[in-house]
């Protein structure tokens, strides 16, 4: 595999460039293990077609979503405030997020505190590349494969993106599986309000595991997710019907990348 | 003459009654917290139009939605010829619009058929409670009161369907008979068919199964009228104002509370304003109904209990404890409760020891949820239970410090590291050379 190419916004500003867009990172996108590989897609993807973007690096904070979604408005308002102080500070006008809670937190929950951006998702600026010419899918990786597409809620109903991830999808001449539950109706991965962070309430069944049952129903090749944290749970819950030798749990992002072995 | 008074003297009271319990709910729901709902008029009447007159979100379960429509439209309609019965009533008049004629004909063999309709709709919603046992009206938070409440409403909208046919039964033998009180009009296409198995029956037995049929109707519409205020099914009223008052913005966003942005923004902005009033400091979060804002609490009384929220989350799916429906019945119980409080003591609540959060609602409902608004995207009529629940644990987390312990670990964590998990900012960008 090529080098990737990463400059920090510090960086490209002090030699006097400017980048096109800023990629947020997001915690997840830049701790853990699984979520590292999403980045490493999306950055690939954006050296593929010599986009000029920067990363905040080391500045990048926490955007606050798990604090708010469990109620410690306090944590979430620190957070967002350090963030606008460093992205105003850099004059940032449009950002691209490798996480829907980023996304959302970003794009509809900093404005009222100072922070206005042109903020949208990695599948959208992949849909953008692709109509734009500027990327296209060479090679035949995911030809007829049967690839199912899992909704993150924070993508889906709660800003209404369904359409962009699955067209990119569809450029794969791979065969597009939809739920029962899927779009407005999509089923949570179980991760969402901050239930990532802790043990679930007593029930009879782990919310990633009937979703993911719910996946599997129709034999996919793929599970395609566009959120580190459904990707998470959706491979835990392939991994409890051992189903992980038959069904790889991808983003978006990484199928475009792998279809093009960038 | 004597019917006449009588009838004005029922309409008298049942307007009254239900006027004097309307103020009530009207006074309730402004208890609740100022909130800014008057922007985009147009987009507010669109939606409206769409959700509760054209009732879009419904067609998402295509059979419950179409049984609905037929109830939704007979009800609307058929009220046209209540305002005939109430001339009638009030003049002593019989089938006082006939004199439209043709129309009039072609009116009342129209309502027929939306009676008909009315009626084949309330039996199936009756059998899917009662006989196929849909899983959503199953639900722990159904039993007692509101299981009998949702029979009560199908069964009294059967009986006053029925009550419609059997009087414009009577009414056509009557009409065929001569009879001179009985005006020749309208026209019957549903009951035409059980007409003929009441022709032998005497003039006065006919007489006495109108009129009882008549009053059967007018006065079962004055108690339904006056039961709506204790009833689930006064979502008929407020889905309109409820549905013109929707959330505008993105499902995903969660309001900001201003009381702790007025802590937070001075630290990065010396000359920063307070937006909130510093001598009348607010609770964070909510704790009770009145801490709600009035958008919540008339979200609570537009709740039809349909269950949809419940039967959509991923939670409840799971066997845990959180049902939206139950939120939002729970705070409308509440408010209620609050209500009479005040009722008892000339307008003003004296405390009484309870509170939504803690003896309705319990802090394992409020963690369990996912944020994920299938409950909000489900709502056919726009109600919010998302925006109680994270107000909940604002109160739990801001006010009490009752989360649960990964949380707290969570929530060190990003105060420390700037990152739900123990990681070094420092090593934020070490996924480049990995």
């Known amino acids: 595999m090529k080098e990737i190419k990463v400059r920090t916004i510090s960086d490209m500003l002090a030699s006097g460039e400017t980048p096109e867009i800023l990629f947020w990172v997001g915690c997840s996108g830049s701790f853990d293990d699984r979520a590292k590989k999403i980045t490493k897609a999306i ?37 967002a405030m350090q963030n606008i102080t460093v992205l105003n500070g850099y004059g940032i006008k449009k950002i691209v997020t490798g996480c829907p809670h980023c996304f959302n937190t970003l794009k509809n929950e900093y404005p009222a505190l100072g922070g206005n951006y042109e903020v949208i998702h990695h599948t959208q600026l992949v849909q953008q590349l692709l109509d734009q010419g500027k990327l296209s899918v060479q090679g035949g990786a995911f030809k007829g494969k049967k690839i199912v597409y899992h909704d993150p809620c924070y993508l889906g109903r709660a800003n209404e993106v369904y359409e962009a991830p ?17 779009r407005a109706k999509g089923l949570c991965c179980g991760a969402g309000g901050a239930q990532m962070f802790k043990e679930a309430e007593k029930g009879n069944k782990e919310v990633n595991v009937e979703r993911a049952e719910e996946a599997l129903a129709s034999n996919p090749d793929v599970i395609a997710v566009a959120c580190p944290f459904c990707n998470t749970m959706m491979t835990d819950g392939v991994k409890y019907f051992n189903k992980e030798n038959q069904t790889k749990v991808l983003d978006v992002a990484e199928l475009i990348a792998n279809a093009n072995d960038l | 003459m004597i019917s006449a008074i009588v009838f004005l003297l029922l309409l008298a009271a049942s307007v009254w009654l239900f006027s004097k319990n309307v103020h009530k709910i ?26 509760a007159i054209g009732q879009g979100k419904m067609f998402t379960r295509p059979l419950s939605a179409a049984m609905h429509i037929l109830v939704y439209v007979g009800f609307v309609l058929i009220n046209i010829e209540v305002l005939e019965m109430l001339v009638d009533g009030a003049f002593n008049t019989h089938r006082a619009f006939s004199v439209l004629g043709g129309f009039y004909n072609f009116l009342i063999g129209f309502f027929e058929i939306l009676a008909l309709g009315v009626f084949i709709g309330v039996v199936v919603f009756w059998l899917r409670r009662n006989v196929v046992k849909v899983k959503r009206f199953l639900n722990a938070e159904l039993n007692g009161w509101p299981r009998f409440d949702a029979n009560a409403i199908l069964i009294t ?49 006919l007489i006495f199964i109108e009129r009882f049929c008549w009053w059967l109707h007018i006065i079962g519409i004055f108690a339904f009228l006056n039961y709506l205020p204790y009833s689930k099914h006064l979502h008929i009223l407020l889905a309109f104002p409820n549905t013109y008052y929707s959330n505008l913005k993105a499902k995903g966003e969660i309001n900001t509370l201003d009381s702790v942005t007025d802590v937070v923004a001075p630290n990065f902005d010396p000359a920063y304003q307070a937006k909130t009033d510093p001598n009348n400091p607010q609770r964070f979060g909510v704790k009770d109904v009145l801490d709600l804002n009035w958008k919540n609490l008339l979200d609570a009384y537009t709740c039809t209990e349909c269950g949809r929220c419940t039967s959509a989350c991923p939670q409840n799916i799971t066997g845990k404890k959180l049902s939206p429906r139950k939120i939002m019945m729970d705070t409308r119980d509440r408010l209620e409760e609050v209500g009479k409080n005040m009722d008892k003591n000339k307008g003003v609540f004296v405390e009484d020891g309870k509170s939504l959060l803690g003896d309705y609602i319990n802090s394992e409902e ?17 109600i919010d239970p998302l925006a109680i629940i994270i107000e909940m644990r604002r109160y739990l987390v801001m006010e009490q410090s009752q989360s649960p312990a990964e949380l707290n670990g969570m929530f060190a964590n990003i105060e420390n590291n700037s990152a739900p998990w123990q990681f070094s900012p420092a090593d934020r960008a070490n996924w480049i050379q990995d």
Not at chain 1, 169 to 182: F, G, N, P, Y
Not at chain 2, 27 to 48: C, F
């Open chain 2, 366 to 382: 409020i963690w369990a949820c996912n944020t994920c608004n299938a409950c909000v995207q489900e709502c056919p009529v726009n």
């Open chain 2, 26 to 51: 009207r006074r309730n729901i402004l208890l609740g917290k100022a909130l800014d709902r008057s922007d985009n008029p147009a987009l507010r009447w669109k939606t409206m139009l769409l959700v």
């Open chain 1, 166 to 182: 699955r067209e990119v999808i569809q450029k794969l001449d791979a065969e597009l599986s939809e739920m029962k539950r899927s």
């Open chain 2, 157 to 205: 909208e059967m009986v006053l369907m029925s009550a419609l046919m059997l009087m414009n039964g009577a009414d056509q033998n009557l009409q065929a008979r001569g009879n001179e009180h009985y005006v020749q009009a309208g026209s019957f296409p549903v009951s035409s068919f059980f007409a003929p198995m009441m022709s032998g029956l005497s003039d006065g037995t």
């Open chain 1, 43 to 79: 950055v690939r993807i954006l050296n593929h077609v010599n986009m000029k973007f920067a990363i905040l690096g080391t500045e990048e904070g926490c955007s606050g979503d798990p604090a708010k979604r469990s109620g410690n408005e306090f944590l979430f308002q620190m957070q």
